[in-house]
């Protein structure tokens, strides 16, 4: 079992930055990966990031390259979400999940997910 808890949401204006932490508890440390998702209302949930933690690995979706960024602490219990140039597009509820296997951008490839932060940014 891994246990995963979301925690940094809140609301900003354009252009502002926040920093999403989730952490990790249980068997963490036995998932290939950890991702970010979002989902805003209507929408499906979609990939954001994703980090390999044995090797540092990033990926990210076009959408947020360049502005957000992913890390873990060195004890890679707590997985990082630095968000950069926040746009009103961005806003949604952001998710932590584990990896089980299959494609880092599939949601149906993460199989334990915390229970999400809204991030809100207004224009």
């Known amino acids: 079992q891994v246990q995963l808890v979301e925690s940094g949401g809140g609301l900003v204006q354009a252009g502002d930055s926040l920093r999403l932490s989730c952490a990790a508890s249980?068997?963490?440390?036995?998932?290939?990966?950890m991702g970010w998702f979002r989902q805003a209302p209507g929408k499906e949930r979609e990939f954001v990031s994703a980090i390999i933690p044995t090797t540092g690995r990033t990926y990210y979706a076009d959408s947020v390259k360049g502005r957000f960024a992913i890390s873990t602490d060195n004890a890679k219990t707590t997985l990082y979400l630095q968000m950069n140039s926040l746009k009103p597009e961005d806003t949604a509820v952001y998710y932590c999940?584990?990896?089980?296997?299959?494609?880092?951008?599939?949601?149906?490839?993460?199989?334990?997910w915390g229970q999400g932060t809204q991030v809100t940014v207004s224009s």
């Open positions: 999940a584990a990896h089980n296997g299959g494609s880092i951008y599939s949601a149906s490839s993460y199989n334990y």
């Open positions: 249980g068997r963490s440390s036995s998932s290939y990966a």
